[in-house]
């Protein structure tokens, strides 16, 4: 059961109600788990084979497709299908995490007076997944894209009942 807020995701509505924010929940998460991974994935030694392989397996794809290092920058997963043959896999919720990368760059060159960095603007997304502290966000969204702009974003990235 998902208590009314959950991070910056909300039920609006009830048990069954709507739940506002879904997709940039998912994607801020995402997006922190694709930085986690860059920086501390290394240092966990059950998995080492596995980073091996996915980093010289990108390594060849970024030399033989040059014009493609943004998916190579991507991938999450590089596993072998007996069938198939080699598997590879983005980090999650792709779509939603270029959505939240264009509205933090937007935030950031409207309010360059407020913020040294677009990595600290995107702090606030992630405060308000982690912790569920959603002011700072709303009043940034609202200061930059004007009044009920924030209810806006929440109610275009609704999930339905149920």
Known sequence: MLSRRDGIRTRVGGEDGELYFEDINE???????????????????GIQDELKNRKEFVAEFSQRH????????????????????????????????????????????????????????????????????????????EKTYGKGSFRKLGEKTKRPKG
Not at 27 to 45: Q, R, W, Y
Request: proline share 3%.
């Open 66 to 141: 040059p014009d493609q290092q943004e998916f190579a920058d991507d991938i999450a997963y590089v596993t072998n299908h007996p069938v198939s043959g080699v598997v590879v896999e983005r980090f999650a919720h792709y779509e939603e995490r270029q959505k939240i990368d264009g509205l933090v760059k937007d935030i950031y060159q409207k309010n360059q007076d407020l913020f040294e960095s677009e990595d600290e603007v995107f702090g606030l997304f992630a405060n308000a997944v982690m912790g569920g502290r959603l002011l700072d966000l709303a009043r940034i969204i």
């Open 27 to 45: 994607a801020v998460i995402s997006e922190m788990e694709k930085m986690c991974e860059k920086d501390f994935f290394d240092l966990i030694p």
